[in-house]
C-alpha cells in the first residue's frame, strides 16, 4: 500500500525527485510504449498504467541509477500484462520477439534520447507550415486522407511532402548527431 505523503521536508524532497525525473523521462516512455504496442490507445493505456506503478513501486528506485532503464522495465511489463488480456486477438509478434525489441531499446536509451534531442532541434529548423504537417501526422495521428483534405491537396501531394519532410529530418539529424560525435 502507498504510504500517504505528508508535510514533512523528506516527503516533499522525495515527491519533487519523482515529478523531476518521471517529467524528464516521459518522452522516452512514451516512445517505448509506441514501439511495443499497435495503437495510439494502447499506447495512452499503458502509459496511464505505467505512471501509477512509477509512482507505487518509486520508494524502491535508487536515486542515482537509471531511471530511464528503470521505468522503461517497469513499462515492459506492463506491455507484457496488456498483452496476456489481449485473449480476443492474435498476436502478430512473439514473446521472444517483445524481449529483444525492449533489450535492445533499454540498452540504447542514451543514443536514442540524443536522437531525440537532435530531432527535436531539427524539428524547430523546418518552414512552419512543414512543423505543421509533422505535427498533425505524426503528433496528433491524423491520416494522410485527413490531412488531404484538409490541406485541399490530394493524398499522393500529401505524402510526397511528407517523404521529402522526412528525408530533410533524417539528413539533419543525421549531421547533428555526427557534428556532436566530433566535438
Same mark, same amino acid.
Given at each position: 500500500?502507498?504510504?500517504?505523503?505528508?508535510?514533512?521536508?523528506?516527503?516533499?524532497?522525495?515527491?519533487?525527485?519523482?515529478?523531476?525525473?518521471?517529467?524528464?523521462?516521459?518522452?522516452?516512455?512514451?516512445?517505448?510504449? @509506441? %514501439?511495443?504496442?499497435?495503437?495510439?490507445?494502447?499506447?495512452? *493505456?499503458?502509459?496511464? $498504467?505505467?505512471?501509477?506503478?512509477?509512482? !507505487? +513501486?518509486?520508494?524502491?528506485?535508487?536515486?542515482?541509477?537509471?531511471?530511464?532503464?528503470?521505468?522503461?522495465?517497469?513499462?515492459?511489463?506492463?506491455?507484457?500484462?496488456?498483452?496476456?488480456?489481449?485473449?480476443?486477438?492474435?498476436?502478430?509478434?512473439?514473446?521472444?520477439?517483445?524481449?529483444?525489441?525492449?533489450?535492445?531499446?533499454?540498452?540504447? @536509451? %542514451?543514443?536514442?534520447?540524443?536522437?531525440?534531442?537532435?530531432? *527535436?532541434?531539427?524539428? $524547430?529548423?523546418?518552414?512552419?507550415?512543414? !512543423? +505543421?504537417?509533422?505535427?498533425?501526422?505524426?503528433?496528433?495521428?491524423?491520416?494522410?486522407?485527413?490531412?488531404?483534405?484538409?490541406?485541399?491537396?490530394?493524398?499522393?501531394?500529401?505524402?510526397?511532402?511528407?517523404?521529402?519532410?522526412?528525408?530533410?529530418?533524417?539528413?539533419?539529424?543525421?549531421?547533428?548527431?555526427?557534428?556532436?560525435?566530433?566535438?
Amino acid at each position: 500500500m502507498l504510504k500517504k505523503l505528508g508535510n514533512s521536508a523528506a516527503d516533499r524532497e522525495r515527491l519533487d525527485e519523482f515529478l523531476r525525473l518521471f517529467a524528464k523521462h516521459q518522452r522516452t516512455i512514451t516512445l517505448y510504449l @509506441t %514501439s511495443l504496442l499497435p495503437t495510439q490507445q494502447d499506447v495512452d *493505456d499503458v502509459f496511464q $498504467e505505467t505512471s501509477l506503478v512509477l509512482w !507505487r +513501486e518509486f520508494p524502491k528506485f535508487e536515486i542515482g541509477t537509471n531511471y530511464g532503464a528503470w521505468a522503461c522495465t517497469i513499462a515492459f511489463n506492463q506491455v507484457r500484462a496488456w498483452r496476456s488480456r489481449q485473449k480476443r486477438e492474435n498476436l502478430v509478434f512473439s514473446d521472444a520477439f517483445l524481449d529483444a525489441v525492449s533489450d535492445e531499446l533499454v540498452q540504447n @536509451t %542514451s543514443y536514442f534520447e540524443k536522437r531525440l534531442r537532435a530531432l *527535436d532541434g531539427c524539428i $524547430e529548423l523546418l518552414p512552419e507550415h512543414h !512543423r +505543421e504537417l509533422v505535427h498533425h501526422r505524426y503528433e496528433s495521428g491524423a491520416s494522410v486522407e485527413v490531412i488531404a483534405s484538409q490541406a485541399n491537396r490530394s493524398p499522393v501531394a500529401v505524402c510526397r511532402m511528407l517523404s521529402r519532410v522526412r528525408q530533410t529530418l533524417h539528413d539533419c539529424v543525421t549531421k547533428r548527431i555526427a557534428d556532436e560525435s566530433t566535438t
